[in-house]
């Protein structure tokens, strides 16, 4: 006996999976690279990130032991650094271009962890100087990982095979990733080709839609678009958001988030000629009925409101935007939600906790959890006058195990609390910092990192920037959209002892 | 015939004595107290070892039998012996389970196991007790095709809201047929503007859910219905799937079970009904949850002496119809002795299904109305026969018999018929016929 604690992670098992997915980084880097040489700007912050992703990779790949299996601890710490890794490389493009706010190595790694746990919460404060290639490399970092990097991750590397199962559900934390083929490489596959095709199709929506109706909607924007819309993610290069196009163009990003916020394994059944299970999905109605009564609310609100200067159908059409954006987590603006009435900003702010379905492209709370605690609360309540009654909560006809509905309450009470917590800390750290941050504003803040939403009010409203909180707010902030982007749980457990050594 | 009988249990011994007089028997039983005293008791030949052993199966002579029940208390061995039968020869093989669910592998494939015919103990039990509280108004009831069509026929009161109705106004059900009407000791086949008079009595044929929904109409103070409460004392598979076929006929019960996890199965598996976990014998408990108010309880627990206990409460509680399943088939008359409304063993509805299929499977499955006028037979309709493809208006106007066609049952699931629907080979139809014309109908299917 030594006395030393062994360390009980086969870590260098989780140092490969790491390197092989900085490595494969460099081929989504190289889709910028042709955007910067097409409009001739400097392809040197692409090349440069690809070196350093290239470096990287070869160097976690050194430390592999193939006797080393990835097992569900292995699975934490990959989801965990692999996150935080392909963030810190994607900011690289950012400081070395040195543009604007961006030149700040804490505002390059804000953006890029914002863009990559498709949060869209910005810092930058003038759009216009920076390049074009450097801008699609943020739409690009939020088509990545909208889906989930590991997803993507199982589908292109082969080796994964039986620990895709276990990287999926420990990036999503969802007990049972319905696998749609025996082989789960597979299921990643049909998973990620349905993302792509409904990529392609947004873009092509967009596109011909630009061509019809408002120039401004070019090829380019088109494809940045496309890239945030279904990945939920809510980047635009246009300092207005979809509030820069026309109408027309509104509407068709609607649909785009309400499909990227529905569980992708039934919208692949609803595709192949099975709709019901996808229509008759309790979580579906819950997901669209909540969605729903809120867009009512807010309509009704701002089609009260005498200060609000919108027609009939903008009025409709903004209460419909902004909170399909806030619920499916985009974090897109149709207008400027800040100047809204109180009542209609509060309640797309309680709008950012529900989240779409669980096993899409949405962050948040979800709202599977939500209706399993709703349920399980109603259960509750029969069950204190019939003490003896057995009645178990159902999803969709089939039963929901104790153990679960107790994860679920634990989620959400942890979400809650931490949430709780980053509100104090940015109230406090603003004043200390000499910023001016209402409790509101800190709320909403909070909320709308952690939760991967993006724009928040105040300074942080949908046309501002993140840039005017303190540094050390935005560092944390960075943290807050890692943790928030996994699931909490990968985080959390690295930081306990067992995990490391019993 | 030559029958051979495996286990010499309470089912086989039935079975034995009521074929014994007019048919070879052989009954094979490991436990050779079994054998000796069967020998002595009925004229059939016993042989003692293990009815799955080829050998012993050989002894019976199985390549030559015409018949192989397999009854022991245990699945496997029935299906075993099945299959094991089936390789000496063609002998009509029939098992007897517990479990439901060799009951759906056997129905998607009936060949499966090698048997012929599956009889489900607990599931024949739970639906006979469904049919004993679901239609107390019925005359008659008798399951066709597998329980996936019912007959009953009910007597009609001068105060049922049918009577003076013409058969069209009375027939509110998508999958219901007025198949006869009995009137003074004379059958009628019904027409649409046919009407019924109090004191006929009518048999319908439908689907259970349709036949209960019926009965409902026609007798509203003794038909339970969804103001009915019905408790079920005991989550044992004989109380589960009382519970379930109840779900299924739109009756929803309380079903007691004392243990956590089977508590928790059953109502993981009975979305519409409400399972407590507790001692059904805690008379706190019973009050509290207002059981005595209950129009029906069926105890369904695991022992004699519990479903007597339980029993008992609920009658002293002030129920109106108590239900108790009895392993034992001696103590059904003690229960019933007691005041129990309906005593169900098991083995005896197992033993008299076996029975009765060993009669009918050579003439089909029969009901006998009405003191022989009429027969309601399940006939299975093969290839080329004379009833298959043509439209059933056709066959009506050209048979000259007194039928009407009650219900098809085709591929498992229920057909109602109509003037314009076809008949199809491997069609089982449900059919009521006057006495008089029986042997010609069957001779054409």
């Known amino acids: 006996m030594t006395g030393r604690t062994r360390i009980r992670v086969r870590w260098r098992a989780s140092a490969e999976l790491t390197g092989d997915v900085l490595a494969y980084l460099t081929v989504p880097l190289a889709f910028p690279l042709l955007v910067a040489l097409y409009y001739r700007e400097s392809p040197v912050p692409f090349l440069a990130a690809i070196a350093v992703a290239l470096a990287l990779g070869a160097g976690f790949r050194s430390l592999r032991d193939p006797d080393a299996d990835l097992g569900p601890r292995e699975a934490f710490l990959a989801v965990a650094s692999i996150w935080f890794l392909v963030a810190a490389v994607g900011a690289i493009p950012f400081v070395v271009a040195g543009t604007g706010v961006l030149s700040n190595p804490v505002n390059a790694m804000f953006e890029s962890m914002s863009g990559l746990t498709t949060t869209g919460a910005t810092v930058l404060v003038d759009f216009g100087v920076h390049p074009r290639g450097v801008m699609m490399w943020r739409q690009v970092l939020q088509w990545l990982g909208g889906l989930g990097i590991l997803i993507l991750a199982t589908a292109v590397l082969s080796e994964i095979g039986v620990g895709g199962a276990q990287l999926m559900e420990s990036e999503t934390q969802t007990r049972d990733v319905s696998k749609l083929t025996p082989k789960i490489s597979q299921t990643a596959r049909l998973i990620w080709s349905l993302y792509v095709g409904l990529t392609i199709l947004a873009a092509a929506t967009y596109f011909a839609l630009g061509l019809a109706v408002d120039p401004q909607m070019d090829l380019y924007n088109a494809v940045a678009h496309a890239f945030t819309s279904v990945s939920t993610a809510g980047f635009s290069p246009e300092p207005l958001s979809i509030g820069a196009f026309h109408p027309a163009i509104q509407w068709a990003v609607i649909p785009f988030m309400v499909v990227g916020s529905t569980s992708f394994v039934l919208l692949y059944f609803a595709i192949n000629g099975e709709p019901m299970r996808l229509l008759k999905n309790d979580e579906f109605h819950f997901y669209l009925g909540s969605m729903g009564v809120f867009a009512a609310i807010v309509a009704l609100v701002l089609g009260l409101d005498p200060g609000t200067p919108f027609g009939p159908e903008a009025t409709v059409r903004h209460a419909v935007f902004n909170v399909v954006s806030m619920v499916t987590t985009t974090g897109y603006a149709s207008a400027d939600f800040e100047l809204w009435a109180p009542g209609a900003k509060h309640l797309l702010f309680m709008g950012m906790f529900l989240g779409g379905m669980v096993g899409s492209t949405t962050c948040s709370i979800k709202s599977l959890r939500w209706m399993v605690a709703l349920k399980a609360f109603k259960r509750d309540l029969y069950t204190s006058i019939h003490p003896e009654s057995v009645r178990p909560v159902r999803n969709s006809g089939a039963p929901i195990d104790e153990e679960t509905i107790r994860d679920i309450y634990a989620y959400i009470l942890l979400s809650v609390v931490i949430f709780f917590f980053f509100t104090v800390f940015v109230v406090v750290d603003a004043e200390r910092g000499d910023a001016r941050v209402t409790e509101f504003e800190a709320m909403g803040a909070a909320a709308s990192t952690f939760l991967n939403i993006g724009p928040a009010f105040g300074d942080a409203g949908p046309y501002g920037t993140y840039a005017s909180f303190p540094l050390s707010t935005r560092a944390v902030m960075i943290v807050l959209m890692w943790i928030g982007r996994i699931e909490i749980i990968p985080v959390l457990v690295l930081f306990t002892k067992s995990f490391w050594t019993s | ?445």
Request: proline share 3%.
């Open chain 2, 1 to 445: 015939m030559h029958v051979v009988i495996i286990g010499a249990g309470e089912v086989g011994t039935s079975t034995a004595a009521s074929l014994a007089s007019d048919h070879d028997v052989v009954v094979i039983d490991c436990d050779a107290d079994r054998t000796e005293d069967l020998k002595y008791q009925y004229d059939v030949l016993t042989i003692t070892g293990d009815g799955t052993d080829s050998s012993v199966q050989e002894r019976a002579d199985v390549a030559g039998a015409d018949m192989l029940i397999a009854c022991t208390d245990d699945d496997r061995t029935n299906l075993v012996a099945c299959g094991t039968a089936k390789t000496f020869g063609d002998p009509f093989t029939i098992a007897r389970v517990k479990s439901t669910s060799y009951l759906k592998t056997w129905e998607r494939d009936e060949t499966a196991f090698g048997v012929d015919f599956l009889v489900c103990t607990d599931l024949l039990t739970a639906e006979n007790i469904v049919r004993v509280i679901g239609l107390p108004a019925a005359v008659d009831v008798d399951p066709f095709a597998g329980d996936l069509v019912q007959m009953a026929e009910f007597e009609i009161g001068a105060e049922s809201p049918v009577a003076d109705q013409t058969v069209a106004e009375a027939d509110r059900f998508e999958s219901l047929t007025f198949v006869g009407i009995f009137r003074d000791g004379e059958v009628e086949i019904p027409r649409g503007d046919t009407r019924i008079c109090p004191g006929d009595r009518a048999v319908v044929v439908g689907s259970p859910e349709s036949v209960q929904a019926f009965a409902n109409d026609i007798a509203p103070d003794t038909t339970p219905n969804d103001a009915d409460e019905i408790v079920i004392v005991g989550g044992s598979e004989i109380g589960y799937q009382t519970a379930r076929i109840l779900e299924e006929r739109g009756l929803r019960s309380r079903l007691i079970e004392q243990d956590g996890e089977r508590a928790r199965w059953l109502a993981e598996q009975l979305p519409d009904t409400v399972v407590m976990e507790h001692d059904a014998t805690d008379t706190e408990f019973l009050s509290r949850e207002h059981v005595d108010e209950a129009d029906i309880v069926v105890t369904a627990l695991d022992s004699d002496e519990r479903n007597l206990l339980a029993a008992v409460l609920a009658k002293r509680l002030g129920v109106d119809r108590v239900v108790s399943v009895v392993d034992s088939a001696d103590y059904v008359t003690v229960f019933e002795e007691i005041g129990i409304d309906v005593a169900i063993n098991p083995r005896t509805v197992t033993a008299e299904e076996i029975i009765r299929f060993t009669f009918e499977s050579v003439a089909e499955n029969i009901a006998v109305l009405e003191n022989d006028r009429a027969e309601v037979l399940e006939l299975e309709l093969d290839e080329g026969c004379a009833l298959v493809g043509r439209p059933i208006r056709e066959l009506v106007e050209e048979i000259d018999a007194k039928f009407v066609i009650g219900a098809i049952v085709r591929d498992g699931e229920h057909v109602t018929p109509r003037g314009d629907t076809v008949l199809r080979p491997g069609d089982h139809v449900i059919v009521l016929v006057e006495t008089a014309f029986t042997s010609e109908l069957a001779s054409m299917a």
